[in-house]
């Protein structure tokens, strides 16, 4: 029985995707996962054919997640599903670990499709993502200042140049607050910014935000 986990924070966009996995597996045990501690105990104990999972979702995010899969069980493929544009996040799941990314704006058959390519042990890439890949390869010495930074530091960059405040990304990354700083502060290091005024100019220049 082909085995399927969904991972996302919204009641609403779980259901709305069981019942497109439904459609097209009717036999396949799809089952949910609320956040990404929920997910990490269902893969660490169960067996799963692959897993569909957002980005962000509160405490552990879904990159950390991916991560977490990757160490426990290289080969069980992972589709990354989230509002955030390709150009942002595409090229950092692939080489965490996913076997593909896709934004929520896609269409069911697109997902439909992604999902039986990767089941195959195949990675799916969109045309724009492949455009990515090649043009990162070409131009690795001219990348952007923020392509330097860790995957959680990207995470916090985007969360301070929204205008969060640091106790709130915080609380939302289950992270300290000392933490959180010493992110902020390597971020403004690795980037030569002073201000965050600096930094959510840097991303609406970057159009990361």
Do not use: C
């Amino acid at each position: 029985m082909l085995r399927i986990l969904i991972a996302d924070d919204h009641t609403v966009v779980r259901r709305g995707l069981k019942q497109i996995l439904l459609d097209e597996f009717p036999t396949a045990d799809v089952q949910e996962a609320a956040d990404a501690d929920i997910l990490l105990k269902k893969v660490m104990k169960e067996e799963w054919d692959v897993v569909i999972s957002d980005l962000s979702m509160p405490g552990r995010s879904g990159m950390e997640a991916l991560q977490q899969i990757k160490l426990h069980n290289p080969k069980l493929p992972v589709l990354i599903l989230s509002v955030h544009a390709e150009e942002h996040y595409a090229i950092r799941v692939l080489k965490a670990g996913a076997s593909g990314y896709l934004n929520k704006e896609s269409a069911p058959e697109e997902l439909i499709k992604a999902i039986h390519r990767v089941l195959l042990g195949k990675k799916y890439i969109t045309p724009s993502i492949a455009e990515q890949l090649a043009s990162s390869l070409d131009k690795d010495n001219e990348k952007p200042l923020h392509e330097y930074l860790s995957d959680r530091e990207f995470e916090v960059l985007k969360l301070l140049a929204s205008g969060k405040a640091v106790s709130d990304i915080a609380d939302q990354m289950s992270l300290s607050v000392t933490t959180v700083s010493t992110y902020r502060a390597r971020i403004m290091a690795k980037m030569n910014l002073k201000t965050n005024a600096d930094l959510t100019l840097y991303a609406i220049e970057n159009k990361l935000i």
